[in-house]
């Protein structure tokens, strides 16, 4: 009777964990979602204004500096500087073979379009999500194997008081529910 009851709790805390994981990498997108775009808009507007005075007239060099200086940033996968005929200026990127969100803004001089500004950053995938939150996820299991184990030893008393409780009463010469 008591084997059914083992499985049944095994199981619920099985998917408890699974579902506690499954809210903290969700949590965890959303929130470097959110971060990403702050860091994306902020990262564009800085390098247009960096790059502002070398784009008329296009300083290719300086652009490529400037450009590489902005990729040192781990999130960046690639950066484009563009002129206002969107051909390449610069180019630059850690990972250019890496999937991400991209942030594009105008580079505007005296109310004329002299460029463009391209920021893609690295979207992280949940296997990196994972070993970033490895911790939290260990603490969770660790708390759960605690509660299945407290509450385990908890059903095995009860079960033993009822026991030990027929058995006295039995013995009486009564009769038990």
């Given at each position: 009777m008591n084997a059914p009851r083992q499985g049944?709790?095994?199981?619920?805390?099985?998917v408890s964990f699974a579902l506690h994981t499954f809210l903290l990498v969700i949590a965890t997108t959303h929130q470097?979602?959110?971060?990403r775009a702050s860091q994306g808009q902020l990262m564009t507007s800085q390098l247009v204004?960096?790059?502002l005075s070398e784009l008329e007239p296009a300083n290719t060099v300086s652009l490529a500096l400037v450009a590489n200086?902005?990729?040192?940033?781990?999130?960046?996968?690639?950066?484009?500087?563009?002129?206002?005929?969107?051909?390449v200026l610069a180019t630059s990127g850690?990972?250019?073979t890496r999937q991400g969100?991209?942030?594009?803004r105008d580079a505007l001089q005296n109310e004329k379009k002299v460029g463009t500004?391209?920021?893609?950053?690295?979207?992280?995938?949940?296997?990196?999500?994972?070993?970033?939150?490895w911790l939290a996820i260990l603490a969770s299991?660790?708390?759960?194997?605690?509660?299945?184990?407290?509450?385990?030893?908890?059903?095995?008393q009860t079960l033993q008081e009822k026991e030990t409780f027929k058995a006295s009463f039995a013995g009486r010469g009564g009769s038990c529910l």
């Open positions: 049944l709790f095994a199981s619920l805390l099985i470097l979602n959110e971060n204004a960096d790059s200086r902005y990729a040192t940033n781990p999130s960046v996968t690639s950066i484009r500087i563009l002129d206002a005929n969107k051909q850690m990972a250019k969100e991209v942030f594009v500004v391209e920021i893609t950053l690295i979207q992280p995938s949940i296997g990196e999500i994972l070993r970033t939150q299991l660790f708390i759960h194997f605690l509660h299945h184990f407290t509450h385990h030893s908890y059903i095995l």
